[in-house]
């Protein structure tokens, strides 16, 4: 049977205020606009109903697309519980027998009929989400305190709710369980779940769009799944998954990295340093160090370790140029831009005389290879092209002798190799 009165609770859909759980994998403004599209799908589905009455609970700025026919009412209360129990209070207060069933703006794979119920028996009905919260309630007359209270945004919210109301001699009945979306995860399951709402086409054309490669090196410091793609040299070879990105490695020290770290020279400055592990260390040992890395994300992960780190690429003004002691190269770093060669001038304008670059090197020591790579995140997020080089450890001596270096020495610990680089004096 339909509602009575179907309302929607939904906030306006603001950068950096809405769906900031799809971050960095979608920026502020790709989060807003696939909100946006969550609510008009879901006032679609709700205007489709029949109820006598949409009703949207709104918090924020107003919105200009919003439908014809539909009743705007301002959010009242602190938190989630006290907004929603205001809601039914305003709604139902003097009504005798008016089923009013309130969804949230999560869920735009929702259907006219995932909002049907017998309401001819039922006091009340609730929407479980798979995350264990709710995505619908639902009341027949305003029941005082049947939401006031109950812990929101858990993964026990659902039950929760389910007990309270029970606890007030409720008949309920239970609506389809519906997945919310929350994280770049959800948000790819409900796009292919609803390939034709609002909410389901914005999503297609985000991810088939290339983002910038550090919106998902971002992603993968913050735990994030993604996959690095290296494009083969061979113009008929498949293209080859090299791997995940492994963030976890970047937030510890290693056998090999303290290996690396006893031959460094304060200053030490380190080229790409992730979330900070090795300028955590220095610090610690005494020796100053600064990061440089191009991820805001790393470097906010390498402040909040006490390190010293700065948003900058190694190319652009650097504190102290012509004066540190040694530079850091690990994780790979030297294939930074595609140009090993290039990057060992510039860290010798960086370094002072007798200084030097310890550089983590390819395990194939005849490895020189230019190319790019692509990182790949969830939901189907794909980066640019970037360009990067494969350097073992002969490469590495060559070049490092046509940057003014001289290679004093190489090792192997861990499964890693290293090479160190020494200026002329």
């Known amino acids: 049977?339909?509602?009575?009165?179907?309302?929607?609770?939904?906030?306006?859909?603001?950068?950096?205020?809405?769906?900031?759980?799809?971050?960095?994998?979608?920026?502020?403004?790709?989060?807003?606009?696939?909100?946006?599209?969550?609510?008009?799908?879901?006032?679609?589905?709700?205007?489709?109903?029949?109820a006598r009455r949409t009703i949207v609970a709104w918090d924020g700025p107003a919105a200009s697309w919003m439908p014809a026919g539909v009743r705007i009412?301002?959010?009242?209360?602190?938190?989630?519980?006290?907004?929603?129990?205001?809601?039914?209070?305003?709604?139902?207060?003097?009504?005798?027998?008016?089923?009013?069933?309130?969804?949230?703006?999560?869920?735009?794979?929702?259907?006219?009929d995932d909002l049907r119920s017998d309401w001819r028996t039922r006091d009340a009905v609730l929407?479980?989400?798979?995350?264990?919260?709710?995505?619908?309630?639902?009341?027949?007359?305003?029941?005082?305190g049947a939401v006031l209270g109950v812990p929101m945004s858990t993964r026990r919210t659902g039950a929760e709710q389910l007990t309270r109301l029970k606890k007030l001699d409720l008949d309920v009945e239970l609506l389809t369980v519906l997945r919310d979306v929350d994280t770049p995860v959800d948000a790819a399951q409900v796009a292919r779940q609803a390939p034709r709402s609002r909410f389901g086409r914005l999503h297609r054309r985000i991810v088939e769009a290339p983002c910038a490669p550090m919106?998902?090196?971002?992603?993968?410091?913050?735990?994030?799944?993604?996959?690095?793609?290296?494009?083969?040299?061979?113009?008929?070879?498949?293209?080859?998954?090299?791997?995940?990105?492994?963030?976890?490695?970047?937030?510890?020290?290693?056998?090999?990295?303290e290996v690396l770290l006893s031959r460094c020279e304060g200053p030490v400055l380190d080229i790409g340093c992730g979330p900070g592990r090795f300028v955590e260390a220095l610090a610690c040992r005494g020796l100053p160090a600064l990061g440089v890395d191009l991820s805001k994300t790393a470097v906010a992960c390498s402040r909040a370790r006490g390190a010293s780190a700065l948003v900058r690429d190694v190319h652009d003004r650097l504190p102290a140029e012509g004066r540190w002691g040694t530079i850091l190269l690990a994780d790979g770093n030297i294939g930074i831009g595609g140009d090993p060669l290039g990057l060992l001038r510039r860290c010798r304008e960086l370094l002072h005389p007798?200084?030097?670059?310890?550089?983590?090197?390819?395990?194939?020591s005849a490895a020189d290879t230019r190319t790019t790579v692509t990182l790949h995140g969830p939901s189907g997020r794909?980066?640019?092209?970037?360009?990067?080089?494969?350097?073992?450890?002969?490469?590495?001596?060559?070049?490092?002798?046509?940057?003014?270096?001289?290679?004093?020495?190489?090792?192997?610990?861990?499964?890693?190799?290293?090479?160190?680089?020494?200026?002329?004096?």
């Open 127 to 144: 929407g479980l989400s798979a995350d264990g919260g709710y995505w619908a309630i639902g009341f027949r007359r305003y029941v005082p």
């Open 354 to 364: 007798g200084a030097a670059a310890l550089v983590e090197t390819s395990t194939d």
């Open 73 to 112: 009412v301002p959010q009242r209360g602190s938190s989630l519980d006290e907004r929603l129990e205001n809601v039914f209070h305003d709604v139902l207060e003097d009504a005798v027998d008016a089923p009013t069933l309130l969804v949230g703006m999560d869920t735009p794979q929702l259907t006219v």
């Open 1 to 50: 049977m339909t509602p009575d009165t179907v309302v929607v609770l939904a906030k306006s859909p603001r950068p950096g205020l809405v769906k900031t759980r799809l971050s960095p994998v979608f920026s502020p403004a790709e989060s807003a606009a696939l909100a946006a599209a969550a609510i008009r799908d879901t006032l679609d589905v709700a205007l489709a109903t029949g």
């Open 215 to 257: 919106t998902l090196f971002d992603a993968a410091l913050t735990g994030a799944s993604v996959k690095v793609r290296v494009d083969a040299t061979d113009a008929d070879a498949p293209q080859r998954v090299s791997g995940l990105i492994d963030f976890r490695a970047w937030q510890r020290l290693s056998e090999a990295d």
């Open 382 to 425: 794909h980066s640019h092209a970037l360009p990067w080089a494969v350097v073992g450890a002969h490469a590495l001596v060559r070049l490092a002798a046509m940057a003014g270096f001289v290679a004093v020495e190489d090792w192997r610990v861990g499964g890693r190799a290293f090479v160190m680089l020494r200026l002329a004096g």
